[in-house]
């Protein structure tokens, strides 16, 4: 398989900014040409996609009506869109808030004067349906996300080498698994998003890996994560991870993987299967519905799951709010929302924590 990198391709620009319209102001070709790279360096390349979109659904909506697309769009036009993404197509007020951001950069992007979008009427509808939405939440029994727990870490370890696959495969699942779970990594700090193309600029690469102090007490595995989502400057990151001396430790997943793919190039995505193509969230997230399925019958257990473990395990052993901020590299109260465990009463030091995990 022809692995393709791809510089800028997983953070900004897209092919959704080539419809900028500069040629009405009769600038030169290159200047153009130019301005055209930079403009579509002004957003990420998700929210082009989402803004391109939003053009599509309205374009949709206004051949439901049998009328054609034409800008600039009324008040009238609005909420009837509204309305139509809202009890149509059954949207949330916030995906409704990203179509209508879209349809306004629409008008920008062709040069034509932008009407008032969302006006005070238009508002209150989303307000309304916002109010909606939080109802409808309250009132359904909604399944959470499963975290990952130290049982479930043992129980994949065991599927995974059980799984009918490469060697090299396996050792490639289990040691993403290990470090998702170790480094309460987000998925997309780890893997690609596509199975052919990279970012070098973004993505985790096989020399953003090293071990420090290897085969003495103090040693440790380095992850240089690129851009994770709580930097921003797009600063990179520094994430040790540490051996536990258990049967599912990090250390000793990353020295059986690092012997089984030596050899691999050190600009190219760390994590390969054995095909040459490279391994994505959604990949995991299908394996482990695989290897779980079976024992775990209904189980919402996901890549992102690992960092809810992480969280969760370490609330119920009684780690400080600022311990768990500073290991999963929360910046916010955001974490609280990880921890689906009960709390018992903080842990003062490392050692007690350590006879209380029962690694094995």
Excluded at 34 to 49: D, P, V
Excluded at 210 to 215: A, E, I, P, S, T
Excluded at 260 to 267: P, S
Aim: aromatic share 8%; with cysteine; proline share 3%.
């Amino acid at each position: 398989m022809q692995i393709t990198a791809s510089p800028g391709s997983a953070k900004y620009g897209a092919s959704a900014a080539q419809s900028i319209d500069f040629s009405r102001l009769g600038l030169p070709d290159k200047v153009q040409k130019e301005l055209q790279i930079a403009a579509s360096h002004s957003m990420a390349g998700r929210t082009w996609q989402s803004y391109k979109t939003a053009e599509r659904m309205l374009a949709k909506y206004l051949r439901s009506c049998g009328k054609k697309p034409e800008l600039p769009v009324s008040e009238k036009c609005m909420l009837g869109f509204v309305h139509w993404l809202a009890f149509e197509r059954q949207l949330k007020a916030s995906s409704i808030s990203g179509y209508l951001a879209g349809i306004r950069k629409l008008h920008i992007m062709k040069g034509i004067e932008v009407p008032e979008i969302r006006t005070e009427l238009v508002n209150m509808v989303l307000d309304g349906k916002k109010n909606m939405d939080a109802t409808s939440r309250l009132q359904q029994v909604q399944k959470e996300r499963q975290p990952v727990t130290i049982d479930i870490m043992k129980l994949l370890k065991t599927q995974i080498m059980q799984w009918q696959a490469h060697q090299q495969d396996k050792l490639t699942a289990w040691v993403v698994c290990s470090l998702l779970f170790h480094a309460a990594c987000r998925g997309g700090e780890l893997l690609c998003r596509t199975k052919d193309t990279f970012d070098p600029a973004v993505n985790l690469l096989r020399k953003d890996l090293y071990m420090v102090g290897r085969n003495t007490e103090k040693a440790s595995l380095q992850v240089k994560l690129k851009t994770p989502k709580e930097s921003k400057d797009n600063r990179a990151v520094i994430v040790d991870v540490f051996g536990t001396g258990s049967q599912i430790c990090p250390l000793r997943a990353f020295t059986k993987w690092e012997r089984a793919t030596a050899g691999a190039q050190a600009d190219q995505p760390a994590f390969k299967w054995a095909d040459g193509s490279l391994v994505t969230t959604n990949a995991m997230n299908i394996l482990i519905k695989k290897l779980l399925d079976e024992y775990i019958p209904g189980h919402r257990i996901s890549v992102h799951s690992f960092r809810t473990g992480t969280a969760s395990m370490m609330a119920q052993l009684g780690y400080s709010d600022k311990d768990i901020k500073a290991v999963g590299r929360w910046s916010s109260r955001a974490f609280e929302n990880y921890i689906k465990l009960p709390r018992s009463k903080r842990l003062q030091t490392l050692q007690k924590l350590g006879k209380n995990m029962e690694w094995e």
